[in-house]
């Protein structure tokens, strides 16, 4: 244990350097600093598109008019799905849990681009910037969803370039921030920590960069095309001058399809660390982890005509994309396995951390194997742009990668911010938010299956009670999320300290003081053995 | 296993970043050569007709501009190795040259298009047919973000140039002329794989 005297170096956030109040943080060039500059972003983002979707849920709660007109809906699903998308879940665990924590888990200084990472955080202010100014000028905020599928993008009267050249910087940003990681990881390793010695969550890490590196250009440039197709009239995606509206169905898949990779991987990095530390026991088939990491990311690059399925594509094609997405239940199966192995026998400490851990994989599983059913061509032909669809992305995006952030959040809360936060306000969040995620979320798989379709703000009275269920649902999930943040908020000023390894971790991270001091670690961590070296 | 937690500056990490970054422009214009495929595929005598119209001569001179012009950005990282700065900055300079009579001969070469009414939304080029707008279409996005790099690589260089004159960048530190200098050089790459495509292959 380390008590408060003992702690010679400045934390992080007492560290003074030339700027002072905000320009501290907004200048300063520290990941630390970084990663909660992007914290807070991220979840004022969050507040705004959970706002917009309880106000969608409130309007399906009836047939008909409730509170907005379908265009506004229109409006709402569009900028729910941009800010969700390319502003939360994308950016959410890299950038925030990556950028605090890849340097302590590998023991390095810093990132090995400090200024572009920085950079990368102006750009997704940008981004967000140009997304919010879309919704306030020109005719009318954009109403394409957030996939911006042509030709309707480009023939709207809704104020779509700013959208997309938000989403186009929003992609930038992200790639920064994977070559930053790509690079941290191959060059700025301890001594010692061979490939085979770092933990999961900079595996992950490292694979997510890869996705980001590699499918990001090509939605930068389908983004690109779709601004050139509406300023200029190239017609590549219009069918009324030779073009093919498919065909950026194409390019927008081969992007959006690994971005989910991009969302997920890191989330089950994050999972395999609090589930290891709350067990008390080295992570069961380390190898086989990162082998699944590697494959889901591999994998995922193939498989993105499942969202086409219905869009006219030759069987040979269909056949493929359909066989390929069931490869990829292998690999993600064999984490949830192994997940359930570590806890095997382990000498589990059920904290909060691990409550999330546990709905994660609860969740997930529901989500993933729903995707199965997506993925077989018969049933997705029945399923397709229906309810079930929009139940199975929240299973896997929000319960997956959100449920992973928010876990992460209560699992490096102590490192981060050197308080402890209170449990019971913690645990009564999760519970409300759990029971809420199901209520809202498990009615539209139902519904789905009854034909109910997506995106749209009436429907018919036999899908009632479904909605209504639904709709309740929002609401506890919603009071369940302000009581788990309020909670952290809180425990900032009322925590008691955080010693250096409140959980008993054993990964690097845990071996500094809480917070971290500013240059991380006294002296350069030599690695003589594996990550989770429970005996 | 390298550390380098203790230096500040490491030059294999810039250079591995800029290798990472130029491999996201080239799925930038993979992008684009997809697109380009599948609607040659398509219309593959309107593309074949269309091709010839382009002068195969600016082209070619373009070229050859380019390929000079990596040739000296190349020489001046070696010069600046020698610790010759006085040549390093004369080859930049001529570097810097031949990009801008890249953009110029790129000018004229839109302008004469231009005048003929032959750009992406003009109604004749509506009148010739789906084939000639994709055509023309690939030809000013592709041609024209290639430009757009010229422009990006072009700024970098002079910003090099200068740090060169105020003794930045010198014989101990040049890694970011040898970043630039790949920069330039991958721009130089696209455009021999866009030449072709466009002019040579009719």
């Known amino acids: 244990m380390i008590d408060q005297e003992s702690i010679q170096e400045p934390s992080y956030l007492e560290y003074k350097g030339k700027h002072k109040g905000i320009f501290a943080w907004i200048l300063s060039t520290d990941h630390k600093r970084i990663g909660m500059l992007y914290l807070f972003s991220i979840l004022t983002m969050f507040s705004i598109g959970a706002t917009i979707g309880l106000l969608m849920k409130f309007e399906l709660i009836a047939p008909g008019k409730t509170i907005m007109g379908p265009q506004t809906y229109n409006a709402f699903f569009t900028l729910h799905g941009i800010i969700m998308i390319f502003t939360v879940v994308i950016p959410g665990l890299p950038a925030v849990f990556g950028n605090f924590l890849l340097p302590l888990m590998i023991g390095a200084k810093d990132v090995a681009f400090p200024r572009l990472n920085l950079l990368s955080w102006y750009f997704y202010v940008t981004g967000v910037s140009l997304v919010i100014i879309s919704q306030f000028t020109g005719q009318g905020p954009p109403d394409t969803g957030w996939t911006f599928y042509a030709p309707y993008s480009f023939r709207t009267a809704g104020n779509m370039l700013p959208a997309v050249f938000g989403a186009f910087v929003l992609g930038f940003s992200s790639v920064l921030t994977g070559l930053n990681f790509l690079v941290t990881i191959h060059r700025m390793r301890a001594p010692g920590m061979t490939w085979l010695r770092m933990p999961l969550f900079p595996w992950t890490l490292y694979a997510t960069g890869w996705v980001q590196l590699l499918a990001t250009p090509i939605i930068g440039i389908t983004l690109l095309l779709v601004a050139a197709e509406r300023i200029l009239h190239i017609g590549f995606f219009d069918p009324t001058l030779g073009g093919d509206p498919l065909l950026y169905q194409h390019l927008f898949w081969t992007y959006s399809h690994p971005a989910v990779y991009i969302m997920i991987l890191p989330a089950m990095g994050a999972i395999s660390e609090i589930i290891s530390t709350f067990s008390h026991k080295v992570i069961f088939g380390y190898k086989f982890m990162i082998a699944s990491v590697v494959a889901i990311a591999f994998v995922g690059y193939f498989v993105w005509g499942h969202h086409m399925f219905t869009s006219g594509m030759s069987g040979t094609a269909l056949y493929s994309f359909s066989l390929l997405t069931f490869l990829v239940a292998i690999p993600s199966a064999v984490k949830v396995f192994n997940w359930i192995a570590t806890m095997y026998k382990g000498s589990i400490d059920l904290q909060t951390p691990f409550y999330w851990a546990i709905a994660f994989i609860f969740v997930f599983m529901i989500g993933g194997f729903s995707g199965l059913i997506l993925g077989s061509l018969a049933t997705n032909i029945h399923l397709h742009a229906t309810h079930f669809v929009l139940a199975h992305f929240h299973f896997i995006v929000f319960g997956g990668t959100g449920f992973a952030f928010f876990g992460a959040m209560h699992y490096w809360y102590p490192k981060i911010t050197g308080r402890m936060y209170d449990s019971k306000w913690a645990n009564t969040g999760l519970l409300l938010f759990f029971v809420g995620f199901i209520t809202l979320y498990g009615p539209m798989f139902y519904l789905g299956m009854k034909g109910m379709p997506r995106r749209y703000y009436d429907y018919d009275e036999i899908f009632h009670a479904g909605n209504i269920v639904s709709s309740i649902g929002s609401w506890v999930l919603y009071s369940g999320a302000a009581i788990i943040i309020i909670n952290l908020f809180y425990s900032l000023k009322t925590g008691s300290r955080a010693q250096a390894d409140p959980w008993g971790g054993k990964t690097l991270e845990w071996t500094i003081q809480s917070p971290p001091p500013v240059e991380n670690f006294k002296e350069q961590p030599v690695i003589t053995k594996g990550p989770y070296s429970y005996i | ?202």
């Open chain 2, 1 to 202: 296993m390298s550390t380098i937690t203790e230096n500040d500056r490491n030059d294999m990490s810039s250079k591995l970043g800029m290798w990472l970054f130029l491999f996201t422009e080239m799925l930038l214009f993979g992008g684009l050569f997809i697109v380009y495929t599948i609607y040659r595929y398509r219309n593959s005598t309107a593309f074949h007709l269309a091709a010839q119209e382009l002068s195969v001569f600016i082209g070619t001179i373009n070229t050859i501009i380019l390929l000079c012009s990596s040739c000296t950005i190349a020489m001046s990282v070696t010069a600046i190795r020698k610790k010759d700065k006085k040549m390093a900055l004369m080859l930049l300079g001529i570097t810097i040259f031949f990009g801008l009579c890249f953009l110029t001969n790129k000018y004229f070469e839109w302008g004469s298009h231009l005048r003929e009414h032959i750009y992406p939304g003009s109604k004749l080029l509506a009148l010739r047919g789906q084939g000639d707008v994709l055509f023309y279409g690939l030809y000013f996005f592709m041609t024209g973000l290639h430009a757009l790099h010229i422009i990006i690589g072009l700024v970098f260089i002079s910003i090099v140039t200068y740090s060169i004159l105020k003794d930045r960048i010198n014989s101990e530190n040049y890694v970011l002329l040898e970043n630039s200098g790949l920069y330039w050089h991958l721009v130089d790459l696209i455009w021999i794989f866009l030449f072709p495509l466009f002019y040579l292959i009719t």
